[in-house]
């Protein structure tokens, strides 16, 4: 019994240097993972993100996408801007089109009947999701093998994997150790 005890002691002893010292090496990361988390959680109630504008419907047909797309990047190079599209979220039902681009973060929406440019914001919400997942170093870097995303993400994933495992040993190995004790006094 009193090998048995040792050999449990040991392995908690070990268990536990290793769980601090993953801890404290990630610790960083998994609060800036767990922050950006909740706000990505609550983007809309705390208007990180542009609402969609609203429009009057019109009864008249919608103007071409390609049109759409010239308007956007005009508008966007009268600003000084990088006018690569990253994506246009169209939406007829609502007569909005949304237009991100790939080198900022800014969000134009076009009104779909007349090609006007109804708003101008930045999606703070981008942000928040790059700094999230850890795409923004590979943004920064321009990276498109998204390389940083892929080691940030594996490492927060395997290290809170260690972390909540062998906190599930720390939690059970000393009442092992204190069960055998009570069984071997008896």
Known sequence: MKLKINKLAKSTRVYR???KIVAI????????????????TWKSELLLKPETSKIEQKKSTLIPLETLQQNAITFIDSLNLSTTIN????????GIAKVRFEDHFTELQIDCYSGKIVSVKQRTDTIIEMIHDGSIMDYFIKND???FKLFYGTLIGLGLIFISVSGIFL??????IKKIKTFTIN
Not at 171 to 176: L, Q, S, T
Request: charged share 20%; no cysteine.
């Open 145 to 147: 093998v998204s390389l």
């Open 87 to 94: 994506r246009i979220d169209y939406r007829p039902a609502k």
């Open 25 to 40: 090496v990630l610790v960083f990361f998994i609060l800036l993972m767990s922050i950006t988390g909740v706000l990505l």
């Open 171 to 176: 939690w059970r190995n000393p009442k092992k």
């Open 17 to 19: 240097k290793l769980h």
